[in-house]
């Protein structure tokens, strides 16, 4: 996601990114302090460091395998009688959070001060090959989302029948994570729609979707324009979710 530029043309564009994170997470660390730390820090001290590569080995096969949430795909409904394989939709967005978090770190901290940072680090190669990865990724999700939803609040299966799968709070993270997809593409596209060129041109759904608004007519200083708009909205979801994760049923 190549950034825009200079704020107002004249404070640099990560001085309005690092006093914007710096705001945001010194609000959400606050609120995981008192709703999570606080709470923790009353209870009594435990051996955690014992059998360091066992708990390491779980750690990895729960957390980056989703173990737990892989083990029920293949399960039979007991009210609609389908194959359970929620649990596949579970673990492609977990691993997009993955990937999505490495390329904020790459495309917004880092390019935002320093422009090359991105293809010193991963080669202009490096560069095309992610950027297509995060593109085709963020369709991934936005497909897996919609099935999340006709799921939960249509078919309705039997585990998902009680109020906690069905509460605002559910439904603000789904609409919170596809606005976040879709700013991805909608980044990509006014980039290549303005003319952009470099690694990140080479995105394939963002580059199809910037062409067909040129096509529409969409002039390069529009694009321009939009491109900014939707590399700032972009962060800024990124900083509400920051935000609200320490409130939500999600912590």
Known sequence: MVPPGDIFGVIPIWVGVYLAT???FSLAGYALYYRVFRLIFQGKSAARFDRP???LMG???????????????????LRT????????GHAAIFWGFLSFTLSYVIFIFGNSVWRPFAETILTPTGVVVFSIYLDIFAVIILAVLVWAVVR???????????DLT?????????????????????VHAFHVAEGGTG?????????????????????AGAAD???????????????????????SKHI
């Open 81 to 88: 009688r389908s194959i359970d394989l929620s649990g596949i």
């Open 53 to 55: 590569w066992e708990r």
């Open 152 to 162: 939960r609040w249509l078919v309705k299966p039997y585990r998902l029948s009680y």
């Open 22 to 24: 710096a705001l945001a």
């Open 166 to 186: 069905q509460n605002a709070d559910a439904v603000i993270v789904v609409g919170l994570t596809a606005a976040l997809m879709l700013a991805t593409l909608l």
């Open 225 to 247: 324009n939009l491109h900014a708009v939707s590399w700032w909205v972009h962060l800024g979801i990124i900083l509400c979710f920051a935000i609200y994760i320490p409130f």
């Open 59 to 77: 750690a990895i096969a729960i957390v980056l395998g989703q173990r737990k949430v892989l083990q029920r795909v293949g399960a039979v409904d």
């Open 199 to 219: 690694p990140e041109a080479s995105v394939i759904v963002g580059g199809a979707l910037g062409r067909w608004f040129a096509d529409l007519g969409l002039n």
